[in-house]
């Protein structure tokens, strides 16, 4: 069993950047494959980064690559997402992710652990 608390969301002007933390419960956290995602008012949760538990491989939604950056560090149970030159449409309820599985995945349903979310409000 996991749990993940999310932090560091906030309202932020256009172009500045946001560092989401998600922190974990449980031993192996270390074994999991993490991803973020995130929600807008409206639409359906999306996909926006993962990371295999090793560190060894990063995945990154076309809509952000280039400007977020996934990490995580195991020693703290805690992963990572640095965002930066924020645009509006960035704006949702980001959600941290645990996979038991090995590899990662894209989708919703491939994560077995949520965190509540935390808010991100890019203003133009």
């Known amino acids: 069993q996991v749990q993940l608390e999310e932090s560091g969301g906030g309202l932020v002007q256009a172009g500045g950047s946001l560092r989401l933390s998600c922190a974990a419960s449980?031993?192996?956290?270390?074994?999991?494959?993490m991803g973020w995602f995130r929600q807008a008012p409206g639409k359906e949760r999306e996909f926006v980064a993962a990371?295999?538990?090793?560190?060894?491989?990063?995945y990154y939604a076309d809509s952000v690559k280039g400007r977020f950056t996934i990490s995580r560090d195991n020693a703290k149970n805690a992963v990572y997402l640095q965002m930066n030159s924020l645009k509006p449409e960035d704006t949702a309820v980001y959600y941290c992710a645990a996979r038991r599985e090995y590899g990662f995945s894209f989708s919703v349903v491939g994560y077995d652990y949520w965190g509540q979310g935390t808010q991100v409000t890019v203003s133009s």
């Open positions: 449980g031993r192996t956290f270390s074994r999991y494959g």
């Open positions: 990371i295999t538990w090793g560190s060894s491989s990063k």
